[in-house]
């Protein structure tokens, strides 16, 4: 069974400034990394997500890094804003490819 | 679009009781599932469907029991409600189960007590 570890649990962040979130996951797992983000009273929405056969993902503030050596991964939210604050989770996919693992979720928040 | 739609949005119940929580879709996918979430736990996978009549056990089924009789909807069943099935649903749904995002509803609330 995958096991997918995210940290840190809880993020706080200057406006402007730069959000870090990481991930490992443990079985070998190829495919598909997502990132959800999740506002408070809804459910996660798709954010980013990346195939292991690049190392590098971007989206206007938002990337993904992935490191298949280490099996692990990491959101950067570039130029944070006050309406970025959600919990973000990361997901693995399982060995055989099926059904996605999250991660325990890091809340952000970013002060004006 | 209506995308995810799981109704109740909140729900109260006494511990025994039961209750059917609602999850209808509307983009045809095939994959279909649902999720409980605790405070500082992530999302937990309870059971998921890949289509009509075919349904599997996540990793937290014990307590629910689902049914797929149609590819729209993926209802959950709770028999004897327990105080630890207080949490967040989830329904979700994707076209397959590989390299596709997952759409989420907005979550039914339930508390036990």
């Known amino acids: 069974q995958q096991q997918v570890k995210q940290s840190p649990q809880s993020l706080i962040v200057q406006k402007g400034g730069i959000s870090i979130i990481n991930c490992a996951y443990e079985n070998t797992a190829f495919d598909y990394f997502p990132w959800y983000q999740q506002f408070p009273g809804k459910g996660p929405a798709l954010l980013i997500a990346i195939r292991p056969d690049v190392s590098e993902k971007k989206e206007g503030r938002f990337t993904i890094s992935f490191n298949k050596s280490a099996k692990q991964f990491s959101l950067h939210i570039m130029d944070s804003q006050p309406g970025d604050s959600a919990t973000y989770f990361c997901?693995?996919?399982?060995?055989?490819?099926?059904?996605?693992?999250f991660g325990e979720g890091t809340q952000l928040t970013v002060n004006p | 679009n209506a995308g995810v739609t799981q109704t109740p949005k909140f729900r109260i119940l006494k511990i025994g009781q039961s209750m059917t929580l609602q999850c209808a879709q509307d983009?045809?996918?095939?994959?279909m599932y649902w999720y409980r979430q605790d405070p500082g736990m992530g999302l937990k996978l309870i059971y998921y469907?890949?289509?009509?009549?075919?349904?599997d056990k996540g990793e937290v089924p014990n307590g629910y029991n689902v049914s797929r009789s149609t590819t729209e909807d993926f209802p959950l069943r709770l028999e004897l409600a327990a105080p630890s099935q207080t949490s967040v649903y989830f329904c979700?749904?994707?076209?397959?189960?590989?390299?596709?995002?997952?759409?989420f509803g907005d979550g039914t609330r339930l508390s036990i007590l």
């Open positions: 469907s890949v289509g009509a009549g075919i349904t």
């Open positions: 979700a749904s994707s076209y397959s189960n590989r390299n596709q995002p997952q759409h």
């Open positions: 983009m045809n996918h095939n994959y």
């Open positions: 997901a693995a996919p399982g060995a055989s490819g099926s059904r996605l693992t």
